[in-house]
């Protein structure tokens, strides 16, 4: 039995590299305050800091514009 070639073919680019996933601001304020209020976030792993870091500096942004 003969086997067919996987098409490997993707229609859709490639994502941007500094694209951002949009988030609801009242959702990303309620995580980013559930963060802050939970006792013993100083052991969650480094990219989950680094994760509500980038939401704080977002909300910032959008404040300030």
Not at 19 to 27: D, E, F
Not at 51 to 59: A, H, K, N, S
Request: charged fraction near 25%; charge should be negative; proline fraction near 9%.
């Amino acid at each position: 039995m003969r086997r067919g070639r996987i098409n490997t073919h993707n229609p859709l680019p490639p994502p941007d590299p500094y694209g951002y996933i949009q988030l609801a601001s009242g959702y990303v304020r309620e995580a980013v305050e559930a963060y802050d209020n939970w006792t013993g976030n100083e052991q969650v792993p480094s990219r989950v800091k680094e994760l509500i870091m980038i939401l704080r500096i977002e909300l910032s942004r959008q404040d300030e514009g």
